[in-house]
């Protein structure tokens, strides 16, 4: 965590391929705070704000997504296996009514940063027009939604799904350590991550689990009050 509080901004953050870290790396900055006393970051009204994390997939496992850096175009869908975001809720009172301001924070989109919500969803995944019409329902995008200071504590990662057969690297790794947490387990691959807990679109689960709850783009953006 303490090398992202010393990156000279949020975006430099990025390690392209490895938007899980990227995230929980965020979330500590966002929750201690910069080392860097130049950046300027407005705190006023932080105990309004709530984090949290969303892990992007479907049931298949490919998710199409517009505005990835990583694709060449903003028009051309990157097909993610997973993605992971930061999605940021800061309450505020109006005249009438409590009001929800809710921003996406994705350091490998093209998209504004920070991004509203709806806009994000909008530029990311539109109405899947770039999908067979009978095929949309399969690339449809799911959400697990986490807590912000679950993922924190309970996330854990070896890379190791990102070492092919003969021992390379699919893309270049971290140069920071990878991340550890108490009581961490092997998986069934024997590896040392629990990755593949928050990937995984079947297990539905609860908002207060250590992997949150799963839900459907209409869900999503219920919880966050845009319906």
């Given at each position: ?6 990156c ?30 130049h ?82 969803l ?106």
């Amino acid at each position: 965590g303490i090398t992202a509080r010393s990156c000279s901004s949020e975006q430099k953050i990025r390690v392209p391929s490895y938007c899980e870290e990227n995230v929980w790396r965020l979330v500590h900055r966002r929750l201690y705070g910069p080392l860097n006393t130049h950046e300027k970051r407005d705190d006023t009204g932080k105990e309004n704000e709530t984090y949290h994390v969303a892990f992007i997939s479907n049931e298949r496992r490919c998710c199409p997504m517009l505005n990835q850096q990583a694709s060449k175009s903003s028009d051309i869908p990157c097909v993610w296996d997973y993605h992971v975001i930061l999605i940021q809720s800061t309450k505020g009172f109006g005249k009438h009514k409590s009001e929800n301001d809710v921003k996406v924070l994705d350091i490998d989109t093209r998209l504004p940063y920070p991004c509203s919500l709806e806009e994000y969803l909008d530029g990311s995944f539109g109405d899947l027009q770039y999908v067979n019409e009978t095929d949309r329902s399969k690339y449809a995008p799911m959400f697990r939604v986490v807590r912000a200071e679950l993922y924190l504590q309970h996330f854990y990662s070896d890379r190791m799904h990102m070492k092919q057969e003969d021992g390379d690297w699919m893309a270049t790794p971290p140069k920071y350590d990878y991340i550890t947490a108490q009581n961490m387990t092997l998986n069934k691959k024997g590896h040392q991550s629990n990755l593949d807990d928050y990937i995984d679109m079947h297990k539905k689960g609860k908002s207060s689990a250590p992997t949150g709850e799963v839900m459907t783009l209409k869900e999503l953006r219920s919880k966050f009050d845009l319906d």
